[in-house]
Each structure stands twice: as C-alpha cells, then as structure tokens.
C-alpha cells in the first residue's frame, strides 16, 4: 500500500513539473515575441484606422436616413399599442360610466325668485 502512495506522490510531483516547465516555456514566448506583436500591432493600427473613420462616417449617414424612418414606424407602434389596450376595454369604461351616472349625486337646483 506504501508502494502505490509512493506512485501517486511521484505522478503528482511530475506533473508539477511539467505544469512549472510549461509556464516557464510560455512565460519565455512571451517575452520573445512581445516585440513582433508590438509591431504588428502598430502596423495594424495604423492601417485600420482610416477605415474604422469610414466606418464611422457611413453609419453615421445610415443613422441620419434611418431616423426619420424610426420614428415614424415608432409612432405607428405607439397607437397600434395603444389600441390594442383600450378596445377591450371599452365594456368596462362603459359600465363603469353607468355606475357612476347612477350612484352619483344629483346636483342641487338654485331656487328661483
């Protein structure tokens, strides 16, 4: 039985350190290769930039035609809503109209002289 935890604690510490070895290997491309990503970051940047600046313009242009377009449609939803909530209704205003005209007070007459 000493024999297997004797094979575990060996598997575990192997494992270890292939993990140590990797990260350390990792840690190393890193650093190696930080100054080719910088670079080609930067080349990236700049040729991206002028067309993220089209981009910027044309959506812009979009969102200018669109607006009027959105509100409209905005509009037409508002009343479509609109309707939908109160045609069911319309029964019960009613009813609760009848109520009120029968419970409510009757106005006092002014006399005349």
């Known amino acids: 039985m000493i024999e297997l935890g004797a094979l575990l604690l060996f598997g575990v510490a192997m494992v270890c350190l292939v993990l140590t070895a990797g990260l350390i290997l990792k840690a190393i491309l890193w650093l190696v290769l930080l100054p080719v990503r910088l670079v080609f970051w930067t080349i990236g940047t700049l040729l991206l930039l002028p ?8 959506g812009g ?8 377009i959105l509100v409209v449609v ?4 508002a009343v479509a809503v609109a309707t939908a909530v109160i045609v069911p ?3 019960l ?3 609760i109209a009848l109520v009120w005209y029968l419970v409510r007070p009757e106005p006092q007459r002014v006399p005349t002289l």
């Open 93 to 95: 205003i009613f009813l």
């Open 89 to 91: 209704a319309i029964p």
């Open 74 to 77: 905005f509009a037409v939803v």
């Open 61 to 68: 242009v979009i969102f200018l035609i669109a607006l009027p």
């Open 51 to 58: 067309l993220l600046l089209i981009k910027l313009l044309v």
